[in-house]
């Protein structure tokens, strides 16, 4: 076995493009499945909400399902650490199949869920109990999945390769978005509170089995000897020798993954909640964002090749710290779907300068033996407190009358984003990577 293994790990330096190609599509199938069960959940809250949380304020129901959307995230933490030393110790592709089947079960579980007028609170409870399931899933298949990408592409052309991790968790908002545009059309919305919020969350789970048969196939990017050396997967060594790339990490995933929430997954609600569009029409303008947005990954990752990923990152924090204030600004009090999605778009092409790269960045800064476990912890972290609280502070922030408090919220975490990686080293010349 341990042949085998460090046969396997050294075989992927003689990848040709073709191979490493397909090894992309299936260390990322994974992603597009775990970010569609994870966002279905944020975009049928619309129809579901009233079913768990029954109340007459619509911005209450909403804070309550964010709330919830929000302790998934608190997961995060606890499947960084856990994923990551799995995929340590035990090889990348074993936690990426861990992950993929964690996250189905638990939205099989919601789809299944009896509501509250059927078994009272325990249908929030329950409802809790599955978010959590698959916040501790999805905080595993970042640092895992973005490690193994980092890994298997084509050394000078890393930012065009790994950039596919995005074009996968936009695909999976996208097509989470397509399945719910669909059902708009084939059901009414009665249809659609009652019991049509339930199909995608089982369409999602049912994708699981595509995915798990392409991450069979897999090659393993780690010897025998990496995944029994003492330090692999193990928190002391990380933050005992890998302390400043741990806070780097944690200071840039702040302020990204905060702009990355808000354009997208809240975005939906506040085109209904705060422009005053219907759900449909809401669903429609992000649907084409999204996919503007995903086809934008790879050139953006593309352009960190030749510019460097701190270049890239300090225009990140830099064009997010001016324009979100003035874009969330306008957008407020916009009456036109294409306005609105122009906006959108401008945006997200700011955030892209982050997300095309994020999981490459991450990776430089570690070496191999506490790679996952330093890209999975530190990332799940920050996505944690700031990424899974976006929707309850942009929402609680409108129920307090102050909303706009919500835009330079984002607005200063960006900047701070833009001072870390200024100060940051080049990850490029750490030689943790080749």
């Not at 341990?2 to 397909?22: E, G, K, M, S, Y």
């Not at 000897?225 to 060594?237: H, L, N, P, W």
């Not at 506040?270 to 422009?275: I, K």
């Not at 090749?305 to 701190?310: E, L, N, Q, S």
Request: aromatic letters at 12%; charged letters at 10%.
């Amino acid at each position: 076995m341990a042949t085998t293994d460090t046969a396997n790990a050294h075989a992927i330096q003689d990848l040709t493009p073709r191979q490493r190609v397909f090894a992309i599509i299936g260390a990322s199938s994974g992603n597009l499945v775990e970010w569609f069960d994870f966002y279905i959940y944020s975009f049928c809250a619309l129809y579901f909400s009233s079913a768990f949380f029954p109340k007459d304020n619509p911005t209450t129901q909403l804070l309550n399902t964010a709330g919830i959307f929000a302790a998934g995230f608190l997961m995060r933490p606890v499947g960084g650490w856990l994923f990551g030393r799995v995929a340590d110790r035990y090889g990348r592709r074993n936690a990426m199949m861990i992950s993929v089947l964690m996250m189905c079960g638990g939205s099989l579980l919601i789809a299944a869920l009896p509501t509250y007028a059927t078994i009272g609170t325990a249908a929030p409870v329950l409802l809790l109990v599955a978010r959590l399931f698959q916040g501790l899933s999805v905080g595993g298949e970042y640092g895992t999945s973005a490690t193994y990408m980092s890994e298997v592409a084509e050394p000078g052309r890393k930012g065009f390769f790994a950039s596919f991790q995005y074009v996968t968790l936009i695909g999976g908002q996208l097509a989470a978005l397509l399945v719910l545009g669909i059902l708009q059309l084939l059901l009414t919305h009665d249809e659609l509170v009652a019991w049509g919020w339930r199909i995608p969350f089982v369409v999602g789970a049912a994708s699981a089995l595509v995915s798990l048969y392409l991450r069979r196939s897999l090659h393993e990017t780690t010897s025998e000897s990496e995944r029994k050396s003492e330090q692999a997967g193990s928190v002391a060594s990380l933050l005992k020798h890998h302390g400043r790339a741990f806070v780097t990490v944690l200071g840039f995933t702040a302020g990204g993954s905060l702009i990355f929430y808000a354009f997208t997954t809240y975005m939906q609600k506040y085109l209904v909640n705060t422009v005053g569009m219907s759900a449909t029409t809401a669903s429609r303008v992000m649907t084409v964002c999204l996919l503007i947005y995903m086809l934008m990954q790879p050139a953006f990752g593309a352009l960190s090749d030749r510019i460097g990923r701190k270049t890239s990152m300090i225009l990140f924090g830099l064009l997010a710290a001016i324009f979100t204030v003035p874009i969330l600004s306008t957008l407020r009090g916009v009456g036109s779907p294409l306005m609105a999605g122009v906006l959108i778009t401008c945006a997200l092409a700011i955030v892209s300068f982050y997300t095309s790269i994020g999981g490459l960045i991450k990776a430089e800064m570690f070496p191999v033996e506490v790679r996952a476990l330093g890209v999975g912890l530190s990332y799940a972290i920050a996505n944690a407190i700031f990424g899974g609280s976006a929707e309850y502070v942009a929402l609680w922030f409108k129920q307090a009358g102050h909303e706009p408090y919500f835009y330079w919220y984002v607005s200063i975490m960006a900047g701070i984003a833009c001072v870390v990686a200024f100060l940051m080293p080049d990850p490029t010349r750490s030689g943790h990577l080749k």
